[in-house]
């Protein structure tokens, strides 16, 4: 990469078959949110995040903590960095790509954080040859890497000019839906007619995915506050930026009348024609 690139979070290689691409692992997505400070509501004083004793409430220094994990009772057994690294030695340096898939496959469910690849050591073509090679196929790869002393999952996707890299949650992170009680498939037929306008309504409503527009609408929010506030001194009082929806005394619409109501909501004025123009000024 450049020499004015973002420093790597990992470095390694995508290995699958006995083919290896050098690569260098970046993050791909940057925390928007508004960012709240913990104060003390006496002074204004920053209150930080201490490393506390849980037993004796005491603090402790960096250097005299240690990773440690729970046995039953009051057993523990410590490893170290070097001792977590050798158990894994191989996947801690590599993608391992294990199988290729359908991108159509993977459930949205299961994502988790992207990062970009970028390829590393003069790895430039066979890094594009693996991406075009994905992209012809119509697949992504499912792999397997440790990052921070995890082991993650991963899908292996062609975007563009890059390779991403999109961790995965575990099949077993997904809690299952069966304690929920929702309507099984089948149940509760809608009518047709309120299919017919709910089709419609969906239709009405598709359009091309364009990302950019789709703003944060609450952090642009919580800044005008803010801004409001700095500006106006201690005077300044908490004001809503939308009206909050009265949903206690809600009654029940009829859904028939409801998609209706958005489906007249929801049509574009269609242009005069040359005849009711005519009709109008007359």
């Known amino acids: 990469m450049a020499g004015g690139s973002p420093r790597a979070l990992w470095k390694g290689a995508i290995s699958f078959g006995l083919v290896h691409v050098p690569v260098a692992l970046h993050a791909a997505s940057q925390e928007q949110e508004v960012d709240f400070d913990w104060l003390d509501a006496r002074t204004l004083d920053p209150v930080g995040y ?27 057994v410590v490893l170290s960095d070097d001792e977590i690294r050798a158990a894994y030695p191989k996947r801690t340096q590599t993608i391992q790509i294990e199988q290729f898939v359908k991108a159509e496959d993977v459930s949205f469910v299961y994502l988790e954080k992207p990062y970009y690849l970028a390829p590393d050591d003069r790895a430039e ?12 196929s119509a697949v992504i790869g499912i792999a397997r890497f440790v990052l921070h002393n995890k082991e993650h999952l991963a899908a292996l996707v062609p975007a563009g000019p890059a390779l991403m890299l999109g961790t995965l949650r575990w099949a077993d992170e997904i809690r299952a839906a069966d304690s929920l009680g929702l309507p ?4 509760d037929d809608p009518k047709p007619a309120e299919l017919k306008m709910a089709r419609q309504l969906v239709e009405q409503m598709t359009g091309d995915w364009r990302p950019q527009d789709f ?13 409001r506030k700095a500006r106006a001194g201690d005077k300044a009082t908490v004001q809503a930026l939308e009206e909050a929806p009265d949903l206690k005394g ?7 009348d409801l998609l209706r ?18 009709k109008k000024a007359a």
């Open 215 to 227: 703003k944060d609408d609450f952090a642009t929010a919580i800044r005008t506050l803010v801004q």
């Open 184 to 187: 099984r498939a089948g149940a």
């Open 50 to 76: 201490k490393r506390i004793n849980k037993r004796t409430g005491k603090e402790i220094a960096r250097e005299h903590i240690v990773k440690g994990v729970k046995l039953a009772g009051d057993e523990v």
């Open 250 to 256: 809600a009654d029940v619409v009829d859904l028939t």
């Open 261 to 278: 109501q958005s489906l007249r909501g929801g049509q574009r004025e269609r242009p005069a024609t040359r005849k009711t123009a005519r």
């Open 125 to 136: 073509h066979v890094y594009a040859l693996l991406r075009e090679a994905l992209a012809a």
